[in-house]
């Protein structure tokens, strides 16, 4: 199969400087995958599962914000948050979650109530790619 060169960076840092076979994303469109060979395309990125397939493993991770830019033969994904599975703090997330939730109850005007709505997505997908 075709690779490419993938980095996944936020603004802490790098997440993934690599070779890769596959990676997908959730945009603002919907769901986006990028193989090998693939044309130049960006996009906005939403709030989801990203899966990066590296030799034939997939890794999952919960995402949310920034962009994904594919020229030819690189792929960068630029997140505003980005975490694999296996780095995710359940707890954590469930204490974020309720407190989100808490804050949709509370909220006092549609601006909080957006920014609540958007919090508890990032639990939510967070606790989803965790449990899988």
């Known amino acids: 199969m075709s ?14 400087d690599g070779e890769a076979e596959r990676v997908s994303v ?15 395309y960006v996009t906005a990125l939403g709030t989801g599962e990203a899966r990066v397939v590296v ?8 995402a ?3 962009m994904l830019a594919v020229t030819p033969g690189h792929v960068r994904v630029v ?9 995710i703090d359940v707890e954590r997330a469930k ?4 407190d989100a939730e808490q804050r949709i109850q509370n909220a006092k005007d549609p601006h909080e109530l957006q920014l609540a709505k958007a ?3 990032r639990a939510q997908v967070r606790l989803n ?3 899988r």
Request: proline share 3%.
């Open 3 to 16: 690779t490419f060169h993938l980095q996944i960076v936020t603004p802490d840092g790098g997440f993934f």
């Open 64 to 66: 949310s914000g920034g």
């Open 26 to 40: 959730r945009t603002i469109d919907g769901e986006a995958a990028v193989l090998g060979n693939h044309i130049p």
């Open 119 to 121: 919090r508890l997505s």
């Open 95 to 98: 204490r974020a979650k309720e």
């Open 79 to 87: 997140a505003s948050t980005f975490e694999w599975a296996e780095d």
């Open 55 to 62: 030799d034939g493993q997939t890794r999952r991770a919960a």
């Open 129 to 131: 790619v965790a449990k």
